[in-house]
């Protein structure tokens, strides 16, 4: 190849290419996902009371797995890493899913409408003692609603 069909092809391809990749870190720096959860619940090691909360992805930490969890009536937030997870089906809307165990909840994964991907999260230690004593988990489905 020449270096001016090279660059032929360059002009061609790279705005495609930065294009779809701008698209992509927007919608993914969009997400927010809100939920009124009625229940106290944990997110690894971490304590949540019941109430409104917005779960969202970091910009800069998309690829990283890092969200933010923020509870309406609070201003501070925590951060927590999740795990991408796929499902044969697209979800049938957006929600929360939480393990229950005795009588404590565990957030476990994110679910977006029409999206076969979503959000897991590690399994803590606190879970595992739990779970140790329990026959198995429930799953229990919260609402939530998807903010862009």
């Known amino acids: 190849m020449t270096k001016e069909l090279i660059s032929k092809i360059l002009l061609i391809v790279a705005p495609v290419v930065i294009g779809l ?4 870190a927007a919608q993914a720096q969009q997400n927010r996902v809100d939920a009124k959860i009625p229940f106290n619940f944990q997110v690894g090691d971490k304590s949540y009371p019941a109430g409104d909360y917005s779960i969202r992805s970091e910009r800069e930490q998309v690829s ?3 969200l933010r969890i923020v509870q309406t009536s609070e201003s501070h937030a925590t ?3 999740s795990n991408a997870c796929t499902s044969v089906r697209r979800a049938d809307k957006t929600k929360l899913v939480f393990h229950r165990i005795g009588g404590t909840y565990f957030l476990y994964q994110i679910w977006i ?4 991907t979503g959000s897991e999260f ?3 230690k606190t879970e595992i003692e739990i779970a140790s004593n329990q026959p198995k988990p429930d799953l229990v489905m919260v609402d939530a ?4």
């Open 122 to 124: 590690p399994t803590s």
């Open 113 to 116: 409408q029409g999206k076969d």
């Open 21 to 24: 990749l701008l698209g992509s």
């Open 64 to 66: 990283k797995g890092i």
């Open 79 to 81: 951060f927590v890493f």
């Open 145 to 148: 609603k998807l903010i862009h």
